[in-house]
């Protein structure tokens, strides 16, 4: 079975500052890894996907996930981020061949003026 | 068109009422799920449709009834609720289930009374 876990559940940044939200995966066979955002009273909207290949992903808004492997990782970063940026951030991970999209506990990004 | 639409934005209900919430695509994707999520919790997944044919309950109570009338439609029939049930309800579909690249709508806002 595979876990998603996000171990920060805030994330308070100061504008223009960079910021990385931590996730960790663990599954016993290949997986996709997402993450999504969601701003308040809002859906899910995709930042970035690693399906295969390059290991650094960039998604929109300026956010980029590197994957690695070893470490059973997914790490988000934005090297300078926005007051339009404060939201929630899930984790999402997919096994190949699996129809159940796990996500982990969410981050809330906040940014500070 | 690239959307998951989802109706109404938001519903208030009796614990007796009849109700649905509607959710379409124009993607011609085969799969389209269900997921709740209450407030400051990750989505949970409820239902999976793949090729209109239902392939995953998550042991959802019976008062939550899903149906799949043809591929760009998803419905979920709710009946007898309780107040425990109000949440935000999403609906995403992707190009096959468990195929990566899931699109989400914007869900409704469900409040039980």
């Known amino acids: 079975a595979q876990s998603v876990t996000q171990l920060d559940s805030q994330v308070p940044v100061f504008e223009e500052a960079p910021v990385e939200l931590r996730c960790n995966y663990s599954?016993?066979?290949?997986?996709?890894l997402f993450w999504y955002v969601q701003y308040p009273n809002q859906g899910l909207q995709l930042l970035l996907k690693?399906?295969?290949?390059?290991?650094l992903v960039k998604g929109i808004n300026g956010f980029e996930a590197e994957f690695n492997k070893s470490q059973t990782s997914f790490h988000l970063r934005k090297p300078s981020v926005h007051i339009s940026d404060t939201a929630e951030y899930f984790c999402?991970?997919?096994?190949?061949?699996?129809?159940?999209?796990?996500f982990g506990t969410g981050t809330r990004l906040t940014i500070i003026p | 068109d690239t959307e998951v639409t989802q109706t109404p934005k938001h519903l208030v209900m009796g614990m007796t009422n009849k109700k649905s919430l509607k959710c379409e695509q124009h993607?011609?994707?085969?799969?389209m799920y269900w997921y709740k999520q209450k407030a400051k919790k990750p989505p949970e997944l409820m239902f999976v449709?793949?090729?209109?044919?239902?392939?995953i309950n998550e042991s959802v109570p019976s008062r939550f009834s899903p149906e799949c009338p043809n591929s760009s439609l998803l419905n979920l029939h709710l009946h007898a609720l309780q107040p425990e049930d109000s949440a935000l309800y999403l609906c995403?579909?992707?190009?096959?289930?468990?195929?990566?690249?899931?699109?989400f709508g914007s869900g409704t806002r469900l409040t039980v009374v």
């Open positions: 690693y399906l295969s290949g390059s290991t």
């Open positions: 993607m011609g994707h085969r799969a």
């Open positions: 995403a579909s992707s190009q096959e289930a468990g195929w990566y690249g899931y699109t």
């Open positions: 999402a991970a997919l096994n190949f061949g699996n129809e159940k999209l796990t």
């Open positions: 599954s016993s066979v290949s997986v996709y």
């Open positions: 449709y793949s090729y209109e044919k239902l392939s």
